[in-house]
């Protein structure tokens, strides 16, 4: 008999349980693909598939695109991410020759960015729900709208901050999302997620109207904490305004191209 990866029994993205739906498929938090080894709980095997559906042959689905971004970064930050051999492979970036290909679409069209901030918010929830077991609080109904059923979509804004990254490696090849009461208090003062992965540092706006309300102050605090020049938080729309990710890597040329 197959394990139920369930707490509560009831999916936290579609309210639905068994036997109208099942939990038979593990939920990976992060996807396994991207070093991901933590599961998550009441997520059913529809929105567990639902993630990693391509929604049309322009658009990648969330958990491929988040993947195939942070890969990169896993595979080519120095080559010291990956211990086990494991080479890279890519949908999305084909590397020849040592050189990176990327369709210019993907850096410029805001409903690719939308995909990745669509798998920022399903990662979150989950993380959410393993830790507090109380992922299905209405107070989420936003992320569910926006995440599971792309509603809402200029509602709720994911911001990051720019600026010359330093490399955190994994840990035995795998990777994690932090989270902690700390964390989960600072959510609950500021409404704003701090999503902080392989060094990279995006900012997910859970609760809309704490966020409205003490983003300006917070994003503030966090950049008068950096000893850093030149370091800004903005609004990510586009996937080329996290160039660092491809301008960081150890190889020897990009290339922008529009290959089929």
């Given at each position: 008999?197959?394990?139920?990866?369930?707490?509560?029994?009831?999916?936290?993205?579609?309210?639905?349980?068994?036997?109208?739906?099942?939990?038979?498929?593990?939920?990976?938090?992060?996807?396994?693909?991207?070093?991901?080894?933590?599961?998550?709980?009441?997520?059913?095997?529809?929105?567990?598939?639902?993630?990693?559906?391509?929604?049309?042959?322009?658009?990648?689905?969330?958990?491929?695109?988040?993947?195939?971004?942070?890969?990169?970064?896993?595979?080519f930050?120095?080559?010291?991410?990956?211990?086990?051999?494991?080479?890279?492979?890519?949908?999305?970036?084909?590397?020849?020759?040592?050189?990176?290909?990327?369709?210019?679409?993907?850096?410029?069209?805001?409903?690719?960015?939308?995909?990745?901030?669509?798998?920022?918010?399903?990662?979150?929830?989950?993380?959410?729900?393993?830790?507090?077991?109380?992922?299905?609080?209405?107070?989420?109904?936003?992320?569910?709208?926006?995440?599971?059923?792309?509603?809402?979509?200029?509602?709720?804004?994911v911001?990051?901050?720019?600026?010359?990254?330093?490399?955190?490696?994994?840990?035995?090849?795998?990777?994690?999302?932090?989270?902690?009461?700390?964390?989960?208090?600072?959510?609950?003062?500021?409404?704003?997620?701090?999503?902080?992965?392989?060094?990279?540092?995006?900012?997910?706006?859970?609760?809309?109207?704490?966020?409205?309300?003490?983003?300006?102050?917070?994003?503030?605090?966090?950049?008068?904490?950096?000893?850093?020049?030149?370091?800004?938080?903005?609004?990510?729309?586009?996937?080329?305004?996290?160039?660092?990710?491809?301008?960081?890597?150890?190889?020897?040329?990009?290339?922008?191209d529009?290959?089929?």
């Amino acid at each position: 008999m197959k394990r139920k990866f369930v707490h509560t029994g009831k999916c936290i993205w579609c309210g639905k349980t068994a036997p109208e739906v099942s939990f038979n498929n593990k939920p990976h938090i992060l996807p396994d693909s991207v070093g991901g080894n933590e599961l998550g709980q009441d997520i059913c095997d529809d929105c567990n598939s639902y993630f990693g559906s391509q929604p049309n042959r322009y658009l990648p689905s969330p958990d491929l695109l988040f993947k195939e971004i942070f890969n990169l970064k896993r595979f080519f930050d120095g080559g010291n991410s990956i211990t086990n051999g494991e080479k890279f492979r890519s949908t999305l970036f084909p590397v020849k020759d040592n050189k990176l290909y990327i369709k210019r679409s993907y850096l410029t069209n805001p409903l690719i960015a939308n995909q990745l901030k669509i798998a920022f918010y399903e990662i979150f929830l989950q993380k959410y729900h393993a830790f507090t077991h109380n992922g299905h609080d209405n107070s989420f109904s936003s992320v569910v709208s926006y995440a599971r059923y792309n509603v809402n979509i200029s509602n709720l804004k994911v911001y990051y901050m720019h600026q010359k990254m330093w490399f955190r490696p994994t840990i035995l090849n795998k990777t994690f999302l932090p989270f902690s009461n700390i964390i989960l208090d600072e959510l609950n003062k500021t409404g704003i997620f701090s999503f902080t992965f392989l060094g990279y540092n995006f900012y997910l706006e859970v609760f809309k109207d704490k966020a409205d309300a003490n983003k300006t102050e917070y994003f503030n605090s966090l950049l008068s904490k950096i000893p850093f020049p030149d370091v800004e938080i903005e609004e990510f729309e586009r996937l080329g305004q996290i160039h660092e990710i491809f301008n960081y890597l150890a190889l020897n040329d990009i290339v922008i191209d529009e290959y089929n």
